[in-house]
């Protein structure tokens, strides 16, 4: 069981490809820990790094106590799940989760005792002697965490493990991941592009994006108080609504203008706008899809026109074009229902509002 620190790692690759820029983050003992961004944002470099996998540009990396920079893979007590299975397809189960502790000379009992307590874990205890070719995809990655789990590493390593799974494995096997570390008590650090992942899975989220850390929050925090720009747009689905209007200061209050109508923001939003010493600019302001509401009454910012409806049982994405027109996607209840082409009024939660400068992607609206 161990803390992870990064001070100022960074990876270029050749002399220009900055794969990871100046990462700093200290991940708690017993932490679950998500790395979560597009591809090509650097995550599983860092994840990498962290392994003994990829070298170091720049930084210090330490597991504990112990600067791990020089220290090889084997040696710095991890254990690293891919997104690979990459069993032994000649061997048992029993013999592939007993490989790595064969080769470290450890006593038969041991092993024995080691590979009893991960498959009862893992529910694997009548699949021991039986292939790899036997066993469902779910069940071959059960037996690559049981491989890691026999090592009794400091830290577990996972690199989009359930991408190869097909939908309702991906769900199960995500529960079965989060029960695990809850049993192991150590320290995970997952990566996935899949953000529903990273808000069902992770205590901590870390947004990367194009190798920079955008933001580092609980999942709800990062959901409700998105730092700029690309993070409230990245985490969310359907993504969050962006569009360009304009914020003034009247009386005391800021009112927020979209083509010929405004309303006023809630007192909640124009205090952080205060802070940020916002006059009247122009501005990017985004609301999620369940912050808003439709109706056929004239009250709302936008005139609105339907132009598809996805039902989907429990609610509705209804998916309508303003006056301008711009695409917004508003989440309604079942028995809320709209047909193509109604024109309606949309109103955004007054209090729900974020507000991001133009040039920067900064949130006006961020509270610190």
């Known amino acids: 069981m161990a803390d992870v620190t990064l001070k100022n790692v960074s990876k270029v690759y050749g002399e220009d490809v900055v794969a990871v820029k100046d990462f700093n983050l200290d991940i708690r003992n017993e932490e679950f820990i998500v790395f979560v961004g597009p591809s090509g944002c650097g995550k599983s470099t860092t994840l990498r790094m962290i392994a003994g996998l990829e070298d170091i540009t720049e930084g210090e990396i330490y597991i504990g106590d112990r600067k791990v920079n020089d220290v090889s893979a084997k040696d710095r007590d991890i254990a690293m799940v ?21 080769l470290s000379k450890v006593p038969k ?88 992942e990273a808000m069902t899975m992770g205590q901590r989220v870390v947004v990367m994006n194009k190798g920079v850390i955008q933001q580092v929050d609980t999942p709800q925090n990062i959901y409700h108080n998105p730092i700029n720009q690309f993070v409230a747009g990245f985490i969310g689905s359907p993504r969050m609504n962006m569009l360009k209007g304009t914020v003034s200061q009247e009386g005391g209050q800021y009112k927020l203008a979209y083509g010929q109508k405004s309303m006023t923001l809630a007192s909640s939003v124009g205090d952080k706008l205060r802070n940020k010493e916002i006059e009247s600019q122009e501005v990017i302001f985004g609301f999620r899809p369940e912050n808003c509401r439709l109706s056929k009454t004239d009250t709302g910012l936008f005139d609105v026109s339907v132009d598809q409806v996805e039902m989907l049982g429990s609610d509705n994405f209804n998916y309508v074009v303003t006056e301008c027109g711009e695409n917004i996607i508003n989440r309604s209840a079942s028995n809320e229902i709209y047909q193509p082409g109604d024109a309606l009024s949309l109103l955004p939660d007054p209090d729900s509002i974020h507000i991001f400068d133009v040039e920067s992607g900064e949130a006006l609206s961020f509270s610190e």
């Open 82 to 102: 891919f997104q690979s299975y990459a069993l032994y397809p000649h061997m048992t189960i029993y013999d592939n989760m007993a490989f790595s502790l064969k």
């Open 109 to 196: 009992k041991e092993i024995e005792e080691k590979i009893k307590k991960a498959s009862e874990i893992l529910g694997l205890n009548e699949y021991l002697n039986r292939k790899p070719k036997n066993l469902s995809g779910g069940q071959r990655q059960r037996v690559a965490l049981g491989r890691a789990i026999v090592r009794n590493p400091k830290v577990f390593l996972m690199d989009e493990p359930l991408s190869n799974l097909d939908a309702k494995l991906r769900v199960q096997t995500r529960t079965e991941i989060t029960k695990l570390h809850q049993q192991l008590n150590t320290t995970f650090i997952y990566v996935t592009h899949d953000q529903t």
